[in-house]
């Protein structure tokens, strides 16, 4: 007779522990608390101090880095609602386009077209997305995943806003902290704004219509209307990320509308961990940084993307941020079975 | 329209792909009264709930509540007109506590007019709800995640969820289905209080004994089409009534 | 000019039917939309000209090998990864997304862009009919989409694993307790969607050279056209081809041929605008089903 064993799964010692409510007693528990919390913000915000030391290249990469890390979170949080958005370029292309647009055309400064263009932008895509929300299933993600190749198509064919050629000398940032701590604070500002709007009322009614739409129908309330602000705060984090970046490249033009930033965001939250919005941002951290460096492969990096998600998708759905908070708040341990 | 009818069904039909499941029901509701629907499986009393409550679009004929006409309005707005309705299959939002799940109808529009309710507030209001249809408040109960309660329990969460809405019309869809003896026993009352509270409610249901006795008049379907309405002995008492119930009747 | 219109919007109209068939089969039967389709178009395009350019077979044969690999592939793309997903919309559509753009992508890198990737026609020459010149290939992609239409009508509705597929593709449920195996029809119907994605690259590629960017198109012509005339519905895939089919060839006599695209983008909105779910749609905005 084999001993056999079982797993057991524990919770970790905070004395009152009843879903939300905590009831502390000592520094250990409340840095147990709060490291988890406190210390990625000091992270991201002493990132940028570091430019001497990893030089300009990867000052770069962090910028690229939290502009999608935004597009994941907005993915997620659109994933909340039970959206399933393949085209979080129209997002970004729609917000870099509008920016680039003001700027080229009137000259506006970056203070003045950033904020418009994602404004704008966001409101654009929730227009064009309004019909579909009507639908159930899977047709919002067919109609994102065409919208964006579309539009670009467009762009193309009307030789307007630039044509194939785009629109470059738009106006520069002002400096270089402002360039680095902009998109970071953002970053900042989105991940614990969602955090907070999805365990608010206001968040529950969202994941109530992404499980059950009839219930919450039934509920005198206006799914159609919710589902178009989701979409639109959802929006204005992507955009913001293609208004930021339109500047900060000082050119727009038919890539922004490219399918990498369709499917890097979407593989960033199902790495990290889809509906947590921590997850998708630390997604963000490891991928793009990884693909810096795989970026001799050219194309065969979307290869290695797909990859990653089919595998994700299939052996590890949780994602990584939901298994590193596992262990972080429980313990296991072998039990015998009899 | 005289004041004392809440709800008039004149004549609505519905089919699914050349099968009919309403066929020119008509009947109408009086403001407080405890109307029964009964009928064999497959006689569309579910199919006319969802026609009244909008969630399916009737091909033909009108729903008129309070005076207004709501037929084929969005299922949203005619339940922000208080018309609740609980769903014969329960499906709560399961990995949220049982009072959170009451969260969403007192988010609406019509329960911030009625009673406001900030953030926390709600909390309290859930917990109320929650008492009022026997979960007990000093217990664990309400708190307890959704997943983990019974299914007697999750019907009367059902039951909550409407209430929270203060509804001024009531549709329970098969509320007893799947309840033992002694969870019907102790919901019996709660709709009887409610009812005497003045709160008009349309019960769809398979137990007729329990619904005998309470209900104030029943009306029967079969086959999509009304053939019977009435106080309930007097209907059950009719040739066309025991016909299509021959055989079922047992089972209640 | 007018019977120009006439027979050239209707070899394009078959063209995009041909295209769309597959990936609305597969969608109408499994639910599952397969967004691997582009990739499955392209690789058959690929493997036909290998096997005709590597090892010198017949293209009779190669063709035959061709589609006979793509529904192998796509039976296994369901086996191996839809099966484990299957249910939750979420990782079916990221699954499929995936392994289309990686199959694309991964024939960019590979080096395929080149123009010397075409597939022969199946016969050289042209006739004239009513005085239009017509080559013979866009006469043969007419017969094959009509003949395609035939056999999924008659499969749908006289044979066995047809009835089935319509079975399932009513009410799942029902289908499974009358003893229709729900895995194994959906594995067939992507098998299926895949086999006739290479059966449309064969007959459609040899028009033009293969490059990655058709593979994008095509997933987006199959999406258009679904959305325009209603997913899973056959005869609102052959309205959608039509109407997208005519308006396409008349937008580029007489405005350019690029602005093609346009119509696309412009005749979705338009759909989306006035009936979200298609002319012909089935999606129920809001259907009970108790």
């Known amino acids: 007779m084999s001993v056999r064993y079982r797993k057991e799964r524990l919770d970790r010692g905070i004395k009152a522990r009843c879903e ?82 003001l700027n080229h055309s009137f000259g506006w400064p970056p203070f003045l077209t950033i904020p418009l263009g994602t404004l704008g932008g966001a409101l654009f895509c929730t227009l064009l997305l309004l019909p579909v929300l009507r639908l159930r299933g899977i047709y919002f993600a067919i109609v994102t995943l065409t919208l964006p190749l579309l539009l670009a198509r467009f762009i193309e064919t009307t030789k307007i806003l630039g044509g194939n050629v785009g629109m470059s000398g738009l106006s520069p940032l002002p400096g270089i902290w402002f360039e680095l701590y902009v998109p970071v604070v953002a970053l900042l500002i989105c991940l614990f704004g969602f955090r907070r709007l999805i365990n608010e009322d206001y968040g529950l009614v969202l994941q109530g219509i992404r499980d059950n739409d009839r219930a919450v129908m039934s509920g005198a309330i206006n799914i159609y209307k919710l589902k178009a602000q989701a979409v639109f705060i959802a929006g204005v984090a992507g955009a913001f990320a293609g208004a930021f970046m339109t500047h900060y490249y000082q050119f727009v033009g038919m890539p922004a509308f490219a399918l990498d930033y369709s499917i890097l965001p979407l593989t960033c939250a199902v790495l990290g961990g889809v509906g947590s919005f921590a997850g998708p941002t630390l997604g963000a951290f490891i991928l793009v940084p990884l693909s810096e460096i795989l970026r001799a492969f050219g194309t065969l990096r979307v290869v290695f993307y797909s990859t990653i998600l089919i595998i994700c998708v299939v052996g590890l759905p949780e994602g990584i941020f939901h298994y590193i908070q596992r262990k972080y708040h429980q313990f296991e341990r072998l039990v015998e079975v009899g | 329209m005289e004041d004392s009818t809440i709800l008039t069904v004149e004549r609505v039909s519905k089919s699914f792909g050349g099968v009919v499941a309403v066929d020119g029901v008509s009947f109408h509701l009086e403001k407080g009264e405890l109307l029964g629907i009964i009928g064999p499986n497959g006689s569309g009393k579910t199919t006319l709930v969802n026609l009244i409550t909008g969630f399916v679009r009737p091909d033909s004929g009108k729903v008129i509540y309070q005076g207004k006409e709501i037929t084929g309005k969005m299922p949203y707005k005619i339940a922000e007109l208080g018309i609740a309705r609980t769903f014969q299959m329960v499906r709560p939002f399961y990995q949220l506590p049982a009072f959170k799940n009451l969260i969403i109808p007192l988010y609406s529009p019509r329960v911030k007019k009625l009673r406001g309710g900030k953030y926390g507030e709600r909390d309290d209001m859930a917990v109320d709800l929650l008492e009022e249809v026997g979960f007990e408040r000093d217990s664990f109960v309400p708190y307890k995640m959704a997943a983990s309660l019974p299914h007697g329990y999750l019907k009367r969460l059902e039951l909550a969820r409407c209430l929270a809405l203060r509804p001024d019309l009531l549709i329970l869809d098969e509320l007893f289905s799947g309840m033992s003896m002694s969870e019907v026993a102790s919901t019996l009352p709660i709709i009887e209080r409610l009812n005497e509270g003045g709160l008009s409610i349309i019960m769809v249901e398979h137990r007729l004994k329990e619904l005998f006795r309470i209900a104030n008049r029943v009306i029967v379907l079969n086959f999509g089409r009304k053939i019977a309405d009435g106080p309930p002995h007097q209907v059950m008492k009719k040739e066309e009534v025991k016909a299509a119930y021959l055989g079922s009747e047992g089972e209640t | ?146 003949a395609l239409v035939i056999f999924l009508y008659f499969f749908t509705h006289h044979t066995r694993i047809g009835l089935s597929f319509r079975g399932i593709a009513q009410n799942e449920r029902t289908a499974i307790s009358l003893g229709i195996e729900s895995d194994w029809t959906a594995a067939l119907s992507l098998a299926l969607g895949s086999a006739m994605a290479a059966v449309a690259a064969i007959a459609i590629l040899p028009l033009g050279i293969i490059s990655i960017n058709v593979g994008y198109d095509v997933l987006l012509i199959a999406v258009a056209v679904g959305i325009i005339g209603g997913l899973e519905s056959v005869p609102g895939i052959l309205i959608g081809s039509l109407i997208l089919g005519y308006a396409q060839v008349i937008t580029g006599m007489y405005l350019a041929p690029e602005w093609m695209m346009v119509v696309y983008l412009a005749a979705i909105v338009l759909v989306l605008a006035i009936k979200p779910s298609g002319l012909f749609g089935k999606f129920k905005e809001l259907e009970e089903r108790v």
């Open chain 3, 1 to 146: 000019m007018t019977t120009s219109i006439l027979v050239y919007g209707l070899v394009n109209s078959v063209i995009l039917a041909l295209i769309a068939m597959g990936f609305s089969l597969t969608f109408g039967i499994s639910g599952v939309a397969n967004f691997a389709y582009g990739g499955f178009y392209l690789l058959s395009g690929y493997l036909t000209w290998m096997l005709l350019n590597y090892l010198g077979l017949p293209f009779a044969l190669a063709m035959l090998i061709t589609v006979a690999v793509a529904g192998l592939l796509g039976f296994l793309t369901y086996w191996v990864i839809l099966l484990r997903v299957r249910g939750i919309a979420l990782s079916e559509v990221i699954a499929t997304f995936a392994l289309g753009a990686g199959m694309l992508e991964f024939f960019r890198w590979m080096g395929f862009v080149t123009y010397e990737f075409t597939l022969p026609c199946f016969m050289k020459g042209r006739v004239e009919i009513f005085g239009v010149p017509l080559d013979y290939q866009r006469l043969f992609i007419i017969g094959i989409g009509l």
């Open chain 1, 20 to 101: 939300d409510i905590f009831a502390l007693s000592s520094y250990r528990e409340m840095l147990y608390l709060l490291l988890p919390r406190v210390l990625p913000v000091i992270a991201l915000l002493s990132l940028p101090l570091l430019k001497g030391v990893v030089g300009l290249y990867w000052e770069k990469v962090l910028v690229v880095t939290c502009a999608i890390a935004l597009l994941a979170l907005s993915w997620d949080l659109m994933a909340s609602v039970g959206l399933v958005c393949l085209g979080q370029a129209l997002f970004f292309g729609a917000g870099a386009y509008l920016t680039g647009f």
